[in-house]
């Protein structure tokens, strides 16, 4: 999806038996070892023999080969060229472009003498910027310094470390002190520049906060810091939870009076892929309570296939906004002049919003809202109502409600092409789709209306799509009333279909009976329950199978869920 001058192509292999092949001359017909080649998505298996040299250079015009890779990125070059090959490697030919300086992964920190600190720095390469980031994650917060971008930066889709990191867990897991982190401190002016093909690609490890805090910045300080006039071209990130483009996370650190950040004139364009356990946004992952916010003249705008995406762990609260995960203050929130537009916005837990997936108290002016898809793809029947915390806003209303009507203002706003898609119909939104619900300390959700002015009296440009009548219930009438001896049933409803699921894991095998679909079905919004079950015993495989004829009669049976790690 992804438009990168680093290009990743391989050698086109003919499979043993065309001695005529020019990539692999000595290619033999043994079986001794598999090798994978990847072009643009597409894979091409060659068996070998354990000693097929290596493929010849390949070529691209206006390109340079730069050597084979273990991943896509180009980050783990493959250097172990024996006689013996490894079976089973996948092998990437990285191309750059030719004459182009392209960023290889170095770090530059000479531009910093610690023993003469200076209030200013200028960042002209990729090197640099990369310093930046090992010099804060070594401890170096550089607060009060002022860093300013002088020439665009293309990162190159390289495996970016993150400026701030996550230093210690070991207290509060979301890391409200503090403490527990190395935090950007400074101010940071792009002047204009642009950061391209920013790339995290770590792997996402739900069961704790690892791979968390990640953007451009890591994790910045809440006080007095600005970022702005930048714009970050391509994203793909990929982590646990607190995720966005510019900024992963900001902290509190327990006092109210010194936080304030302010982030202005800062773009997010091109194809974006935020996918995060929870608290993902397009610009902002997560803020904590207590912090001033002001976005100012911002934008998310993605190309088509762009993507925000909090769907992990079911366990923690996965807010989802087009630009901002989850903005906690209930100090002040200030949107002004901002838009998101071209994003697919998903969330399973909790809260999705086109703006925020949660909001504390503030003002959204100046607000556009774009061709956004915003999505529950889950409900949790022990909170149904988090099925209708989404809105062309913001999912939840946060805080406590001490100014009435004035919680939230919203003015001057324009939607257009903007749908919500909740899982089942059994709720409708509040606020004509804008805001979801409000949600307090205790995470009592309610109507957020009485709490927010400026709701306007008709709102055009917003749809609502259900997708479901399911309940998630699982109905098997059709089978216990049937007449002895019938053996073909016909399945209409989707707890018709979960039924045939429940009577096969509790014992009835089906076997010599058939089962047809009258209808297309869709199961959104509860995870399935799959139709047949078996745990591995020695060689042998116990359980319930399904042993009968399943005829869908050409019909779609579309939103299955199956969230099962074991």
């Known amino acids: 999806m992804k438009k990168f001058p680093v290009l990743i192509l391989t050698a086109v292999l003919i499979l043993a038996g065309c001695s005529q092949d020019p990539v692999f001359d000595d290619l033999v017909n043994q079986l001794d070892t598999t090798i994978t080649y990847v072009v643009d998505g597409q894979e091409t298996l060659v068996k070998a023999a354990v000693s097929a040299p290596l ?60 023993e003469n600190p200076r209030t200013g720095y200028e960042i002209a390469t990729a090197e640099q910027l990369a310093g930046l980031a090992q010099l804060v994650n070594e401890g170096a917060s550089f607060k009060g310094v002022t860093f300013t971008l002088v020439e665009d930066i293309d990162l190159a889709d390289r495996a970016w470390t993150p400026i701030g990191s996550l230093v210690s867990n070991t207290g509060n897991p979301y890391g409200e002190d503090e403490s527990f982190f190395h935090v950007f401190s400074g101010s940071f002016d792009g002047q204009g520049h642009k950061i391209s093909n920013l790339n995290i690609p770590q792997e996402r490890l739900s069961a704790n906060f690892t791979n968390s805090y990640i ?49 202005s004139n800062v773009d997010i364009t091109g194809d974006i892929a935020i996918d995060m356990g929870s608290n993902a946004g397009g610009m902002l992952g997560r803020i904590e309570t207590q912090s001033e916010l002001l976005i100012e003249g911002c934008s998310v705008t993605g190309l088509p296939g762009s993507f925000i995406s909090a769907t992990g762990d079911r366990g923690t609260t996965s807010f989802a ?10 100090t002040s929130n200030v949107f002004n002049n901002v838009s998101v537009s071209g994003l697919d916005v998903t969330g399973e837990l909790e809260a999705v919003g086109g703006l925020a997936g949660l909001i504390g108290k503030g003002k959204v002016s100046g607000l556009t809202v774009n061709d956004v898809d915003l999505s529950i793809t889950y409900v949790n029947p022990s909170y149904p109502n988090d099925n209708k915390a989404m809105g062309a806003v913001a999912g939840h209303i946060y805080g406590t409600p001490d100014s009435g009507a ?46 927010i002015s400026g709701i306007p009296e008709a709102v055009t440009g917003v749809s609502l799509v259900f997708a479901s009548e399911w309940k998630g219930n699982a109905e098997t009438s059709w089978y216990d009333n049937a007449p002895e001896g019938v053996s073909e049933f016909q399945l209409s409803t989707e707890a018709q279909l979960a039924g045939l ?29 799959p139709i047949g079950n078996a745990v591995r015993n020695s060689a042998s495989l116990d359980g319930t199978p399904f042993s009968g004829v399943f005829d869908g009669n050409g019909h779609t049976i579309k939103g299955l869920t199956i969230n099962k790690r074991t």
């Not at 070059?77 to 030919?93: E, I, K, V």
């Not at 906004?321 to 209930?330: K, T, W």
């Open 406 to 451: 004035g919680h939230l203002t919203l003015s001057d706003m324009s939607f257009s092409d903007v749908s919500l898609n909740f899982a089942i119909m059994e709720f409708t939104p509040f606020c004509q789709g804008l805001v979801g619900t409000f949600r307090s300390d205790s995470y009592e959700r309610t109507d957020p209306s009485s709490i």
């Open 215 to 263: 953007g451009l910045f890591g994790v910045v300080s809440a006080e007095d810091n600005a970022i702005s006039n930048l714009t970050i071209e391509n994203v793909a990130i990929e982590g646990n939870s607190f995720g966005g483009a510019l900024v992963g996370y900001i902290p509190n650190d327990g006092d109210a009076s010194n936080q304030s950040v302010t982030i």
């Open 55 to 114: 493929a010849e250079e390949p070529s691209k015009e206006g390109y340079d080969f730069i050597g084979w890779a273990l991943d896509e990125s180009g980050t783990q070059m493959y250097t172990d060229w024996g006689d013996a090959l490894d079976s089973g490697l996948r092998l990437y030919a990285i191309f750059r472009l030719s004459g182009a300086d392209v960023w290889d992964g170095s770090v530059d920190t000479s531009w910093y003498d610690a």
């Open 501 to 529: 699921a429940k009577l096969v894991n509790e014992g009835e095998s089906f076997a010599g009976k058939t089962i047809s679909l009258a209808g297309d079905l869709d199961v959104s919004g509860y995870e399935w329950t």
């Open 321 to 330: 906004g087009g630009m901002v995960g989850a903005a906690y203050s209930n």
